[in-house]
């Protein structure tokens, strides 16, 4: 089970870090991805970490400002993402994935399982 947890309100050019519980099952396993859903929008893939060698990959549009990260002791993920936008508006979910971390990016037909996503609002 994943659950995201650390949405909320901020003004454009706010932070906010969410946070992917991960239970039953060891996230050393699996590489992990982060997408988004905004109203009326496909879903994307924006962020993705291996869990062989923590390599990191991310969407042109957050590249720069969001950072995921990994902890694997504490069964955690993370996603920090900085200089938010209006366009970063969405729902956020964490999910395992089935392919591959860069194929993720551009397909979310990678994204195997995933739970209760986090709404983040970027607005003045």
């Known amino acids: 089970q994943l659950q995201a947890s650390g949405g909320g309100l901020v003004q454009p050019g706010g932070s906010l870090k969410l946070s992917c519980r991960v239970s039953?099952?060891?996230?050393?396993?699996?590489?992990i991805g982060w997408f988004r859903q905004a109203p009326g929008k496909e879903r994307e893939g924006i962020s993705c970490?291996?869990?062989?060698?923590?390599?990191?990959y991310y969407k042109d549009s957050v590249k720069g400002r969001f950072t995921i990260s990994r902890d694997n002791g504490k069964n955690m993920v993370y996603l920090q993402m900085n200089s938010l936008e209006p366009e970063d508006t969405a729902d956020y979910y964490c999910s395992t994935v089935l392919t591959s971390c860069p194929a993720s990016i551009h397909d979310v037909g990678s994204f195997g399982s995933w739970g209760q996503g986090t709404q983040v609002t970027v607005s003045s």
């Open positions: 039953g099952f060891a996230l050393s396993y699996y590489d």
């Open positions: 970490i291996s869990n062989i060698d923590g390599q990191t």
